[in-house]
């Protein structure tokens, strides 16, 4: 049961352009839906967060945006540049369950110089 | 500030040999977890634990075991090696006071059972 989709799977782009990753889920008991950039042989770390009480939220140029109602949050990644080709993972956590993260299935984005 | 550390980075297996995989953190965190990458999957939740003492079974639990003999350390066991558990292990730790939930990782084991 995967309770967090994310699309698409991997993802090109090029220099100057606008990255755009978005994950759905289904467990309305969510509360926090943070996104993880993950580069090869590295953990996972934390991009950027929201919480359902705002609709969007943007650090720099990473932007996410959030639709409580069709249940689906995006991450945009403004002005994207080779050093953010990585693997993306969006996830989510409620504030009941020991704050357990869901992952998504991760999108590999490229960054084309 | 190490953050959290896990040992080994790489290790084989043969089919039926046990291991364990250390993880420790300098945090002070409460919260530490035990997550399993394959491609295509992103990370599945092993085990989890709250607090010292404590653990709890994730999404995919079978064939591992976990204790948490002090707080700041979390070790998983897999007691009989099965090539379906070759992947990739993260262990995280994460504050439980804090609203926004960051979870910090550790760099990973690479595990493959032959």
């Known amino acids: 049961q995967q309770q967090v989709k994310q699309s698409p799977q991997s993802l090109i782009v090029q220099k100057g352009g606008i990255s755009i990753i978005n994950c759905a889920y289904e467990n309305t008991a969510f509360d926090y839906f943070p996104w993880y950039q993950q580069f090869p042989g590295k953990g996972p770390a934390l991009l950027i967060a929201i919480r359902p009480d705002v609709s969007e939220k943007k650090e720099g140029r990473f932007t996410i945006s959030f639709n409580k109602s069709a249940k689906q949050f995006s991450l945009h990644i403004m002005d994207s540049q080779p050093g953010d080709s990585a693997t993306y993972f969006c996830?989510?956590?409620?504030?009941?369950?020991?704050?357990?993260?869901?992952f998504g299935s991760g999108t590999q984005l490229t960054v084309l110089p | 500030n190490a953050g959290v550390t896990q040992t080994p980075k790489f290790r084989v297996l043969k089919t039926g040999q046990s291991m364990t995989l250390l993880c420790a953190q300098d945090?002070?965190?409460?919260?530490m977890y035990w997550y399993r990458q394959d491609p295509g999957m992103g990370l599945r939740l092993i085990h989890y634990s709250v607090g010292e003492g404590t653990t709890a079974k994730g999404e995919v639990p079978d064939g591992y075991n976990v204790s948490r003999l002090k707080k700041q350390n979390f070790l998983l066991g897999l007691e009989s090696a099965a090539p379906s558990q070759t992947s990739v292990y993260f262990c995280a730790s994460s504050f439980s006071r804090s609203l926004n939930t960051e979870a910090f990782f550790g760099q990973g084991t690479r595990l493959t059972v032959v």
């Open positions: 945090m002070n965190h409460e919260y």
């Open positions: 996830a989510a956590a409620s504030s009941g369950s020991a704050r357990q993260l869901t």
